[in-house]
T-cell receptor, first 110, second 115 residues
Framework: LAKTTQPISMDSYEGQEVNITCSHN???????ITWYQQFPSQGPRFIIQ???TKVTNEVASLFIPADRKSSTLSLPRVSLSDTAVYYC???????????FGQGTTLQVKP | GAVVSQHPSWVICKSGTSVKIECRSL??????MFWYRQFPKQSLMLMAT?????????EQGVEKDKFLINHASLTLSTLTVTSAHPEDSSFYIC???????????FGDGTRLSIL
C-alpha cells in the first residue's frame, strides 16, 4: 500500500480557501485517492475521492496531477466548523483496504 | 448516502470482561468491513478485514484470539474484545462500503474503557 505524507498541521482564517497537499510517490496504477475528515470522538467522514485530474463536489475539490504522485484537497471559504483532522489515503481497488497516515490538523481561526 | 451504525457508542467494564461491538450497514450490503482502533491524538490503525461468511484477516501484530470478528450477514459485523484489560481501552471504529473501489463509510466509533 502506498504511503502518504501530508503536513502535520495548518492554520487558516474563516472565509479563506485552504489547500492541503499530500504526496503518495508509490501509488499503483489501480489505486485511488480519497480524503476524510475527522472530528474528535467521531468516525472519519468521507469528503472526496478521485483517480486523476480534478474532481469537485459540494464541499471540496480534489486536484490530481498527471503523474498521480500527489494530490491537493481544496476547501473553499472555510469556517470554524471545518476545524478537524484531514486524512489523505490511497486505496487499493481490489481490497478496499485503507491505511491511515498521520493526517493534517486544520485549525480555523475567527 | 450510505450509513454505517455502530453500537454501543460507549462502554465501561471491569477487567476480564468480554465486550461485543456491533457494526451495521443500514442501507447497503457489505461483503467486506474493516475494524480500526484509535488511541488519543493518534491516527486510526487498521486491525482486521471482516469478510462475510468467512474468516477475518488480521493485520500484523493484532491478536486474533483477543479480537474475535464475526461477519455472519451482509449487514452486520461484530468485534468481540475477549478478556479485556486496561490496555485494550481505546476508540474502536468500523467501516464498510458498497464495493471495494467505492468510498468506505465509517461508524461513529465505540469508546471502550476497561477499569
Amino acid at each position: 500500500l502506498a504511503k502518504t505524507t501530508q503536513p502535520i498541521s495548518m492554520d487558516s482564517y474563516e472565509g479563506q480557501e485552504v489547500n492541503i497537499t499530500c504526496s503518495h510517490n508509490n501509488i499503483a496504477t489501480n489505486d485511488y485517492i480519497t480524503w476524510y475528515q475527522q472530528f474528535p470522538s467521531q468516525g472519519p467522514r468521507f469528503i472526496i475521492q478521485g483517480y486523476k485530474t480534478k474532481v469537485t463536489n459540494e464541499v471540496a475539490s480534489l486536484f490530481i496531477p498527471a503523474d498521480r504522485k500527489s494530490s491537493t484537497l481544496s476547501l473553499p471559504r472555510v469556517s470554524l466548523s471545518d476545524t478537524a483532522v484531514y486524512y489523505c489515503l490511497v486505496g487499493v481497488s481490489n481490497t478496499g483496504k485503507l491505511i491511515f497516515g498521520q493526517g493534517t490538523t486544520l485549525q480555523v481561526k475567527p | 448516502g450510505a450509513v454505517v451504525s455502530q453500537h454501543p457508542s460507549w462502554v465501561i467494564c471491569k477487567s476480564g470482561t468480554s465486550v461485543k461491538i456491533e457494526c451495521r450497514s443500514l442501507d447497503f450490503q457489505a461483503t467486506t468491513m474493516f475494524w480500526y482502533r484509535q488511541f488519543p491524538k493518534q491516527s486510526l490503525m487498521l486491525m482486521a478485514t471482516s469478510n462475510e461468511g468467512s474468516k477475518a484477516t488480521y493485520e500484523q501484530g493484532v491478536e486474533k484470539d483477543k479480537f474475535l470478528i464475526n461477519h455472519a450477514s451482509l449487514t452486520l459485523s461484530t468485534l468481540t474484545v475477549t478478556s479485556a484489560h486496561p490496555e485494550d481501552s481505546s476508540f474502536y471504529i468500523c467501516s464498510g462500503g458498497e464495493a471495494l473501489n467505492q468510498p468506505q463509510h465509517f461508524g461513529d466509533g465505540t469508546r471502550l474503557s476497561i477499569l
